[in-house]
């Protein structure tokens, strides 16, 4: 296999956001182990299947997402690997196929209720591909993709009987965790459209995907602020890294930098939580330092 073959494979797979979903994927984790510390237990061997079959899952997204746009493709970015000819419409559909499937046998060999959540996964990103160029709505199954990590990891830890058996305040907090999130990945898209369709003197907007961008202040930090005055502390990491990014975007208007850096900070929406909820100092090192490799990864291969 060629270089530039494998610099596509990378590029259409959009690899250097992995870090981003392990990032969900341990809080995920957390949230499971806090709630279910009687019952629920962390396996290491779980544990990384469950990374197994989230990245399949994202990877196989992604593929599928570039077998579908290879026909619009052909008249807007003809420089793509598909259209461009250095790697087949049908190889680029076994290889997301084959990923997601492997997904979900990752996530099924934990248990059926991981195995239920990554099949949601699966037709969000189904969704997501089919609508994504033809109606707006399409972002809700993006963000629900993204959403549904939380519970897959949380409740991987768990058997059937236990999640069938479980109350309303187990999952409260994971429609919380999808309205930040989701609304942060609103917020980028937004952003990058009113750069690019709107008049870049129309302060209004461009005020509405900042407050987007914002959201998780509100369902993530909100919560935690009643409880843990250190919550703070990621939260003014948040905001300051948020602004130099959004500062950066408006005196350059480089878009694809900006959805870049966005997409790399997602690590630290989840540090608004992991900050309180990890059981061991190491979690601050680790989800900053998802943050940096997302970064490091994308001069590799492009985030988008």
């Not at 690997?81 to 419409?89: E, H, K, Q, V």
């Not at 059937?160 to 980028?188: D, M």
């Not at 009643?226 to 975007?249: D, E, G, K």
């Not at 694809?256 to 309180?276: E, K, N, Q």
Request: net charge positive; aromatic share 12%.
């Amino acid at each position: 296999m060629s270089r530039q073959k494998i610099i596509d494979l990378l590029a259409m797979s959009r690899f250097a956001n992995l870090p981003t979903v392990w990032s969900n994927g341990l809080l995920g984790a957390l949230l499971g182990y806090i709630t279910f510390q009687e019952s629920g237990h962390l396996c290491p061997t779980c544990l990384s299947l469950i990374t197994l079959s989230l990245s399949c899952l994202y990877l196989g997204g992604c593929f599928l997402n570039d077998w579908y746009d290879a026909s619009f493709d052909h008249k807007t970015r003809p420089d793509r690997p598909i259209p461009a000819g250095r790697w087949s419409r049908q190889s680029v559909l076994i290889l997301a196929l084959s990923l997601m499937g492997a997904g979900l046998i990752f996530s099924a060999l934990v248990s059926p209720v991981s195995a239920l959540f990554a099949t949601g996964i699966i037709i969000c990103i189904l969704a997501y591909t089919r609508w994504h160029k033809v109606h707006p709505i399409s972002f809700l199954f993006m963000a629900g993709a993204r959403a549904l990590i939380y519970p897959l990891a949380a409740f991987s830890l768990i058997q059937w009987e236990q999640f069938t058996q479980l109350r309303v305040e187990n999952w409260a907090i994971f429609p919380l965790l999808g309205l930040g999130l989701g609304g942060y990945i609103l917020g980028i898209s937004l952003s990058a459209r009113a750069e690019t369709s709107q008049k870049r003197g129309d302060e209004i907007a461009r005020t509405l995907p900042i407050l987007c961008l914002c959201s998780p202040l509100l369902f993530f930090s909100g919560p935690q602020l009643l409880l843990y005055a250190s919550a703070l502390i990621p939260l003014a990491l948040f905001i300051l890294i948020l602004a130099i990014i959004v500062r950066r975007f408006r005196r350059t208007h480089d878009v694809g930098a900006f959805v870049s850096r966005c997409l790399a900070a997602i690590p630290l929406v989840d540090f608004l939580l992991v900050f309180t909820l990890a059981p061991h100092f190491i979690f601050w090192i680790v989800v900053p330092l998802l943050a940096l490799g997302a970064l490091a990864l994308q001069k590799i291969a492009p985030a988008t």
